[in-house]
């Protein structure tokens, strides 16, 4: 049976373990049900995420025009400190900024083989930290806004990592970190002006992957190897994980037009 479509980032719904999907062709695929089946994949153009051109993709699944011009490709996206629609100023486009910007955000704290701290709208709660590869996590801080929430993470920052080691990520094995403990210890470094957003009663999170941590980590893209045939072991974060601990970040991969093909 084969599958042909652009990549984008996995959609997942909770569950024991979280379920995985793919969209190509319109077609919705359940990738849990794909573990254990021998996955070819076939990297044969682009489809630029916002304009849909097939042009090598550039960033983000952004062809390179693109990346440079489209609101959710801004400088905002990868750092919310540096937002600034709640003083009604415009990076690239006022109203999406205004529509992506101006919501609640939550900063939170997750064990992806180290404790990070991160950022993201409340309305990707839990999705953000499936996505990370996240095996615990806890909110910490609920603002009214993208200013104020990368305002607090700048400031843990300099305390707590920010970013996922992914091979971390990939080996860790489901060990439980006391992130209250860390909450608590972190709190007299929320700048004063912020700290009415700290929550102190929220409860740890703890998700579930379909996947077993394989004796080694070899990281592939489809730049490297265009045609990738191999057995599907699991799924962590956005990593697809097959035979001989091969793994690829399906998030790194938007735009990438591929023919999927289950040999069985």
């Given at each position: 049976m084969i599958f042909e479509g652009p990549f984008l980032k996995m959609p997942t719904s909770i569950g024991n373990p979280i379920q995985y999907y793919l969209n190509l062709?319109?077609?919705?695929?359940?990738?849990?049900q794909l573990i254990g089946k021998i996955i070819t994949l076939k990297h044969?153009?682009?489809?630029?995420?916002n304009?849909?051109?097939?042009?090598?993709?550039?960033?983000?699944?952004?062809?390179?025009?693109?990346?440079f011009e489209s609101p959710?490709?801004?400088e905002t996206i990868i750092r919310p400190e540096l937002s600034k629609a709640h003083l009604g100023e415009e990076e690239r486009d006022l109203e999406i900024e205004k529509e992506i910007q101006l919501q609640p955000h939550i900063v939170y704290l997750a064990y992806t083989g180290d404790v990070k701290v991160g950022v993201?709208?409340?309305t990707q709660v839990p999705t953000r930290w499936i996505d990370q590869g996240a095996t615990l996590a806890l909110p910490i801080a609920k603002t009214e806004n993208r200013y104020q929430a990368g305002m607090i993470e700048v400031a843990l920052k300099n305390h707590l990592a920010d970013k996922t080691n992914y091979k971390k990520m990939l080996s860790e094995q489901g060990e439980y970190v006391d992130l209250y403990?860390?909450?608590?210890r972190v709190k007299e470094y929320i700048p004063e002006d912020f700290r009415l957003f700290y929550l102190a009663d929220e409860t740890i999170v703890s998700l579930d992957y379909p996947y077993t941590v394989p004796e080694k980590i070899n990281a592939f893209t489809l730049d490297k190897f265009p045609t990738f045939s191999s057995v599907l072991r699991g799924i962590k974060g956005q990593y697809l994980c097959?035979?001989?601990?091969?793994?690829?970040?399906?998030?790194?991969?938007e735009g990438y037009v591929v023919q999927l093909e289950i040999i069985k």
């Open positions: 062709s319109q077609d919705l695929l359940s990738v849990n044969i153009g682009y489809s630029c995420v304009c849909g051109k097939n042009e090598k993709i550039f960033r983000m699944g952004f062809c390179k025009k693109c990346f959710y490709a801004s993201t709208r409340e403990e860390f909450r608590n097959f035979d001989d601990g091969n793994v690829m970040n399906v998030r790194n991969h």
